[in-house]
C-alpha cells in the first residue's frame, strides 16, 4: 500500500464515527488506534499504541473479551459482542467486531456505541410490556390489525365475543361484525384515522352486540397497526332504552306517553307518501267515580285492565294488517291512532274499542261496568298538525261524555264552534262576576202532600251579554277546570245568605236556603272556616243555611271531611248528599258522616212508577234512611203519578216542576209572600218547625 493511501485512511480513521483499533494477532499488541478507541479507555493513542490488549482493559475486562479475541485469531472468523461500560460518563452499550486477517497477522476491532439503540429497543420492549399488561388487565377488547388482518387481541377481547385467541388472530375483521356492518368497517379501515363509533360485533353464538369501536394507528413491535378498542355496550344501550323507555312511557300501564304521542303524530303527519290517519280519544267514564269510593288502588287496576284490553285489541288489529296504535296520556284518558282507516273499518274499531268494555271489571272484589267516551279527529281534514288533532279529538270526545256517555262522537264543525265557545265561556267567565252578570234561581222543597215549604235550594244562573242565560251544568265544569269556582261560589253563598234574610223578614221564621258546593270548594283548606266568616259576616244563623254536597266530594278524604261537617253541624248548617244514587258510595259508609238529608237523584224518580229496578233502590232508600234518622227528598218529580208512587213508598218531601220550576229571587218572595198570606188549608203552609222523626 503506498504510503499516501496508508495516511488518508488513518484520516479517514479518524474521522468516522466508529471506534477503530488494530491488534498485532500473535503479541496482541495495538499497533494503531483511532482516538474514539483509545477515549473509550480515558486514555490518547499515544498511551494505546504498543500495549497489549490485556494490559489496555485491565485484568476484569480482559478475562471477558480476550476470549472473544482468541477465538476470532484462532478461527479466523469474525467475532461480534457486546459489552456495557459503566464509567464516569454513565452507562454505555458498546458493539464489539474483532475481524481478524491472516495475511497481515492482524486483528481488527471495531466498535460502535449502540446505546441510543439499545436505548430505544428497551423502551419499545418496557413499552410493549406495558401495552400487554394493559391489554390483560384491560376490561374493554383490544384488537390489533394490519390492514383488516387481525394481529393480536386481549382476553376481554375474546371473552366478550366467545372465541379463542386463534380463532381471532390470523383471521379478517370482517368476521366479526355484522354484513350490514362491512361497508361501514372498510371505509374505517381505508381512511385511517382516529375514529371512535357504535356498531355491532358478532359474538360466536349470541349474534350481533352493541359495541363502541374507537379505532386509532399505533406503532406496535415496530410497525405500524391499528389499535382497535371494543367496547361493551349493551348495557349502556340497555339503561338509554330504559331511560328512553321510562321518557316515552307511562309508568302504570307501560303504554306510550303524551311524548310518545307527541313523536308519533309527529311522525304520521310528516309520512311520505302523506297518509290519512285517525286520532281517538278515550275517556274512561267512570275512574273518577271508582277512585274516590274505591280508592285508587281500584282506580288504577280499572285502567291496567283497559290499558291491557286495548293493548290486546290493537295487537289483533295490527296482525290483520291496520295499523293502529295505542297510548296513555294521564289521568283516564288513551289516545289511539288507525292508519289509512277508511269509513267503514274507522267504524268497526270504534265499535270494537266499545264492544271490549262489554266484560265487566273486578274491582276490590266488586264487579263493576265501565264504559268510554271516545272522539275521533281524522287527519287532514279535522286538522293538519298534532295540537289541533288532540284538541278536536278531544273536544269530540267531551261532546260524547255531555250526550251521555259511552258514545262516540266524530269531529265535526259544530263541534269546532263549540270547542271556540268553551274557550270563551272560560275567558268570559273571569270578569262575570263583576260585571254582575251571575243571577241566582230558587225552587222550593216541598212536603211531599204539597202543603209545607221546608227550604229552597239556590240555583245558579249566568246572564251572558250575548249568549243569554246559560245553565249551570254548561259553565260550573269549566270554571271548577279552570280554578275560577271559588269566587263564584263566594257570590253564591253571600247571595243567598241575602236573600234567606229577606225572607225571614217577609215571615219565614225557619227560614233555609239550601246552597251547592263544587269540588273545589270543599278542597280549599279553609272552606270550613270560610263558610262561618260569610255567616257571620251576613249576621246569619246556621240554621238558616243547608248545604249541598255529592257522594263524590264526601268519599274522596274521608276523614278530613267528616271533622268539617261535625264542624258545619255544630253552628246549626244542615247538610245534605245531593244527586245521590249516581255515585258508588255506600249508604253504610255515609251514615258516618253526619248527613241530615239525603236528595235521591232524579234518574230513579224519572223512572217511577214503572220501573222496578227504581221502585226497588228507592224503597230500599227510604227504608235505610229511616233507620239512620236521615230525611229524604225525592229530585225531580215532574208528574203527579211520580208524587203519589214516592208518598205511597214514605217519601217525606219532593222538589221538582210539579210543585214549582226554580224562580228568580223577586218571584220567589212574592211566591212567598202568596203563601205566608194564604189562610186556606189547601194551599201550601210554611213548615214552621222540622225535626227529624
Ligand atoms: P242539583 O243541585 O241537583 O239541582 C237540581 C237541578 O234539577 C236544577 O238544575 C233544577 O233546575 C233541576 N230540576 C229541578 N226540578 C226538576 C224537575 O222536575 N225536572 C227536571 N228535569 N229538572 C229539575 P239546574 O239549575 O240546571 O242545576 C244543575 C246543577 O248545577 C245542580 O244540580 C247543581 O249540581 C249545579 N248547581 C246549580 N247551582 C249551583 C251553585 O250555585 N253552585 C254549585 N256548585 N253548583 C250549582
Ligand atoms: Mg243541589
Ligand atoms: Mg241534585
Avoid at 310518545?260 to 273518577?288: C, M, S, T, Y
Avoid at 245521590?580 to 255515609?590: H, N, W
Wanted: glycine content about 4%; aromatic content about 6%.
Amino acid at each position: 500500500m503506498l504510503e499516501a493511501d496508508v495516511r488518508d485512511l488513518l484520516q479517514l480513521a479518524e474521522s468516522v464515527p466508529a471506534m477503530l483499533a488494530v491488534f498485532d494477532a500473535t503479541s496482541l499488541r495495538c499497533v494503531y488506534t483511532n482516538t474514539r478507541y483509545a477515549q473509550l479507555g480515558q486514555q490518547t493513542p499515544a498511551q494505546i499504541v504498543g500495549r497489549t490488549l490485556a494490559d489496555i482493559l485491565g485484568p476484569d475486562v480482559s478475562a471477558m473479551v480476550l476470549p472473544h479475541a482468541h477465538r476470532a485469531i484462532a478461527t479466523n472468523l469474525p467475532v461480534n459482542y457486546t459489552r456495557t461500560i459503566n464509567d464516569s460518563t454513565g452507562l454505555r452499550h458498546i458493539e464489539v467486531s474483532f475481524v481478524p486477517v491472516k495475511e497481515s497477522s492482524r486483528l481488527y476491532v471495531l466498535a460502535n456505541d449502540i446505546s441510543k439503540h439499545r436505548l430505544a429497543e428497551q423502551a419499545l420492549e418496557q413499552s410493549m410490556s406495558r401495552l400487554h399488561k394493559f391489554m390483560a388487565a384491560s376490561e374493554e377488547g383490544i384488537a390489533f390489525h394490519i390492514d383488516g388482518m387481525i394481529t393480536d387481541v386481549n382476553q376481554a377481547l375474546l371473552r366478550m365475543l366467545g372465541y379463542a385467541n386463534d380463532e381471532m388472530v390470523g383471521h379478517s375483521t370482517l368476521e366479526f361484525v355484522p354484513e350490514s356492518e362491512h361497508e361501514r368497517v372498510k371505509l374505517v379501515i381505508a381512511a385511517g384515522d382516529e375514529i371512535a363509533y357504535e356498531s355491532s360485533a358478532l359474538h360466536k353464538t349470541r349474534g350481533a352486540i352493541p359495541v363502541e369501536f374507537i379505532v386509532r394507528d399505533i406503532l406496535w413491535a415496530g410497525v405500524k397497526q391499528r389499535m382497535v378498542i371494543v367496547r361493551d355496550i349493551s348495557e349502556r344501550k340497555a339503561t338509554l332504552e330504559r331511560i328512553r323507555f321510562l321518557a316515552l312511557n307511562d309508568s302504570l300501564s307501560g303504554l306510550p306517553n303524551r311524548a310518545a304521542l307527541d313523536e308519533h303524530l309527529r311522525a304520521l303527519i310528516n309520512a311520505k307518501p302523506l297518509a290519512g290517519f285517525a286520532v281517538l280519544f278515550l275517556d274512561v267514564d267512570q275512574l273518577k267515580r271508582i277512585n274516590d269510593s274505591l280508592g285508587h288502588a281500584a282506580g288504577d287496576s280499572l285502567l291496567k285492565e283497559t290499558a291491557d284490553r286495548l293493548a290486546r285489541l290493537c295487537a289483533a288489529e295490527n296482525a290483520l294488517d291496520q295499523d293502529a296504535w295505542l297510548s296513555r296520556i294521564g289521568g283516564d284518558e288513551f289516545v289511539l291512532t288507525l292508519r289509512n282507516p277508511e269509513e267503514t273499518t274507522l267504524e268497526s274499531f270504534v265499535s270494537r274499542i266499545e264492544a271490549s268494555f262489554d266484560a265487566p271489571f273486578f274491582l276490590s272484589g266488586r264487579k263493576i261496568k265501565a264504559s268510554a267516551s271516545i272522539g275521533v279527529a281524522v287527519f287532514p281534514e279535522d286538522g293538519d298538525d298534532s295540537n289541533q288533532l288532540l284538541k278536536n279529538a278531544d273536544a269530540a270526545m267531551y261532546a260524547a261524555k255531555a250526550s251521555g256517555r259511552r258514545t262516540v262522537r266524530y269531529f265535526d264543525q259544530a263541534l269546532a264552534r263549540a270547542a271556540d265557545a268553551m274557550l270563551e265561556i272560560e275567558q268570559d267567565l273571569a270578569s262575570a262576576i263583576q260585571t254582575s252578570q251571575f243571577e241566582l234561581f230558587y225552587q222550593p222543597i216541598m212536603s211531599s202532600d204539597g202543603r209545607e215549604l221546608i227550604s229552597a235550594e239556590a240555583l245558579l244562573r249566568w246572564n251572558h251579554p250575548h249568549r243569554g242565560l246559560i245553565m249551570p251544568n254548561e259553565f260550573i265544569h269549566i270554571a271548577e277546570e279552570s280554578n275560577l269556582f271559588l269566587p263564584i261560589g263566594q257570590w253564591v253563598l253571600e247571595h243567598a245568605l241575602r236573600e234567606v234574610k229577606e225572607w225571614k223578614a217577609l215571615g219565614w221564621e225557619h227560614a233555609r236556603v239550601a246552597v251547592n258546593l263544587s269540588n273545589n270548594e270543599v278542597r280549599a283548606d279553609d272552606f270550613v272556616t270560610e263558610i262561618i266568616a260569610s255567616l257571620s259576616r251576613a249576621a246569619v244563623a246556621g240554621e238558616h243555611l243547608e248545604l249541598e254536597l255529592t257522594e263524590r266530594m264526601l268519599m274522596s278524604q274521608d276523614h278530613v271531611i267528616r271533622d268539617s261537617l261535625l264542624r258545619l253541624q255544630h253552628e246549626g248548617i244542615k247538610l245534605s248528599i245531593d244527586d245521590f244514587g249516581t255515585g258508588y258510595s255506600s249508604l253504610s259508609r255515609l251514615s258516618a258522616l253526619p248527613i241530615d238529608t239525603l236528595k235521591i237523584d232524579q234518574s230513579f224518580v224519572a223512572e217511577l212508577p214503572d220501573s222496578h229496578t227504581a221502585l226497588a233502590i228507592v224503597t230500599a232508600l227510604l227504608q235505610l234512611c229511616r233507620g239512620l234518622s236521615i230525611d229524604v227528598v225525592a229530585e225531580g218529580v215532574e208528574r203527579a203519578d211520580q208524587r203519589d208512587c214516592l208518598q205511597l213508598l214514605g217519601c217525606d218531601a219532593m222538589q221538582g216542576f210539579l210543585f214549582s220550576r226554580p224562580m228568580k229571587a223577586s218571584d220567589f218572595k212574592r211566591w212567598l209572600c202568596e203563601l205566608l198570606s194564604d189562610d186556606d188549608l189547601n194551599q201550601p203552609r210554611i213548615v214552621r218547625h222540622r225535626r227529624r222523626t
